[in-house]
């Protein structure tokens, strides 16, 4: 199977993080990392999104 990598402005839709958030989560270990993809440009693994997603804890009303 082909791993989907994702650039920064989808992750940030989809986690709802501002870039700032995202690289500051990173710094504390509690957001994946990306991975070079070019020499100026990273993205993050599908899979990795998905399952910080779903650690995630789901709000109740």
Same mark, same amino acid.
Do not use: C, N
């Given at each position: 199977?082909? +791993?989907?990598?994702? /650039?920064?402005?989808?992750?940030?839709?989809?986690?709802?993080?501002? %870039?700032? #958030?995202?690289? $500051?989560?990173m710094e504390l +270990?509690?957001?994946? /990392?990306?991975?070079?993809?070019?020499?100026?440009?990273?993205?993050? %693994?599908? #899979?990795?999104? $998905?399952?910080?997603?779903?650690?995630?804890?789901?709000a109740t009303t």
């Amino acid at each position: 199977m082909i +791993e989907k990598h994702l /650039r920064r402005p989808l992750v940030e839709h989809l986690t709802g993080l501002s %870039r700032s #958030s995202i690289y $500051e989560l990173m710094e504390l +270990e509690q957001f994946p /990392r990306p991975i070079r993809i070019g020499r100026r440009a990273v993205a993050w %693994r599908e #899979s990795d999104i $998905e399952a910080w997603l779903e650690s995630r804890p789901i709000a109740t009303t």
